[in-house]
């Protein structure tokens, strides 16, 4: 099944972001009719089917930590996170909040680009043009997401928590649980569920296919080779366009470029990086610099060799020039920016944020951040390479809802906005706020520090990934300065957790069966 992860992004004056908030805030009181229950989204829960999250949130006139003076506006972001194309999508959320969205987009500024006529179109007083096409005209996909219920529908996880809810009431007394034996049980409750569960008796649809696994590879095994073909085609372009047949050119011009390479490596390397006896300086600038010169050292002689054999060398030691360069080069602007400040958040701003936090005992949370992109176009690159990289191998390698060994995240994306100025990140996660970041800090702060190393205010990172998110605190305080307050967020499963889901899957997977060995079920009713 598909499902589409986007966001609908658009600028706001300053004067009106006040005005947007209240807007919100008064559509969310419509659509929570019920005080005793005020998460409790009774239309777009009854009436969204495909639906699984929804965000409307206004980043006010900081928009973004580093802001500062910077020529950037606030911004209304809508988040959706739903089963399907995002076409059919559109006009659904429309045929039950049009009017109500029409109020919300004239509170906004006019996007640049050809759409503003459209936009001018829906919100001129007395409209009726739909406002669909510009919702998705307007949209952001993202540049990396994650969802750790891949493949599993809305509806499905409602049908099986409704199943697995039935199952535990179903359930005899543990003592006799064990006496009947697992596969028993198994029989037993199947037979009890099935009248009101006939879809029961239908064959289990994997959530994620080996089809689409395949695919999924592929494009990763795709996305590297393309990446590496680009590195390559410089050195190999250089050789093919001065260089002949057999000839000694070719191989003295691609030894001129290798020395050429090193001399620039070692004059954007500061000797001070390398490290001392005391072991004072860290391992991976030795890495860099003395293993790339051997690997340079290696290559190099290769072209020395008069014949055909040194065009085979082309493209191994192209793409290790190209990424000897690259790293140095980025390494060179990482060394030259400002040490940041330390980003201290406002505490009434930290306690607003915390009054729309934690609303579930269990299940879902949100957070909603947006941060500005240092300038220059090599920070602009690796960005978006990173993020690629980043999704490629999400897709290929999180099936199964893990990012690493973490569980606990439902969807979350980054998206570039604002022509390229800010980076977009959301998330609908279980847990608190701040074990969610422990957890990132811990075990995934490489892609952190990768995918945000490249903002302003962010903790030093060093080549891409290294250090960054793993100064814990700094990187909670910059973390809270970007965030904005969830204070319109939808779920339609609120109280699931990640784990819960798949594992109320695997309950009704094996229910579906007709019959399990004995190992079968042991396994099976440990999720019980």
Known sequence: MQQTIVSVVLP?????????????????????????????????????????????????????VGAGDADVSPLFVMEANFDGLPGPFWAELEAQIGPDLRDLLRLCAAPRGSVDRMFDAITAPGSRAPIAPLLDRQSVFPEASHAGVRGLGRNRILWHNALFQA??????????????????????????????FPWLDQPYERPFTAAEQTAATRHLVLFGVAALVVAALPWVGLALLFGRPHGHLAADLATLAFLTGAVCMTAMTDIGDLPTLAGRKSMPDLWWQVGGGLLLLAVVPGFLVRGFGAWWLLVPAGIIASALLLV?????????????????????????????????????????????????????????????ALYAL???????????????????HWGIVDGGKRLLFLSNFDGSWESYLDDFIEKAHAGLTLAWGNCLGF???????????????????????????????????????????????????????????????????KDL
């Open 328 to 388: 140095a080069a980025l390494r060179t602007r990482e060394k030259r920016d400002p040490v940041p400040a330390d980003s201290v958040p406002d505490p009434a701003e930290v306690l607003a944020l915390q009054d729309f936090e934690d609303v579930h005992v269990a299940g879902a949370d949100h957070m909603a951040s947006v941060v500005i992109i240092k300038g220059g176009w090599l920070r602009g690159f690796i960005l978006r390479f990173a993020m690629r």
């Open 459 to 525: 903790p030093p990172p060093r080549y891409c990934a290294l250090d960054g998110a793993t100064q814990g605190r700094k990187f909670k305080n910059w973390a809270r300065c970007s965030m904005t307050q969830s204070r319109f967020w939808y779920a339609a499963y609120p109280n699931l957790t990640v784990n819960q889901i798949w594992r109320q899957a695997r309950v009704v997977q094996g229910l579906s069966a007709p019959s399990l060995s004995a190992e079968q079920a042991l396994i099976w009713a």
């Open 394 to 412: 999400l897709r290929a390698t999180a099936a199964d809802g893990y990012l690493g060994s973490m569980r606990t995240i439902h969807f979350a």
């Open 12 to 64: 706001v004056s300053a004067d009106k972001a006040a005005a947007l908030q209240d807007a919100i805030d008064a559509l969310r009181a419509k659509l929570t009719p019920n005080p005793a229950a005020p998460d409790d989204f009774v239309l777009l829960r009854e009436n969204l089917p495909t639906l699984h999250f929804m965000s409307l949130l206004v980043f006010g006139p900081r928009a973004g």
């Open 167 to 196: 199952a535990e009431a179903a359930l005899p007394p543990p003592d006799e649980v064990l006496s009947e034996g697992a596969a028993a049980i198994h029989a037993w409750l199947r037979a009890r569920l099935l009248p009101a």
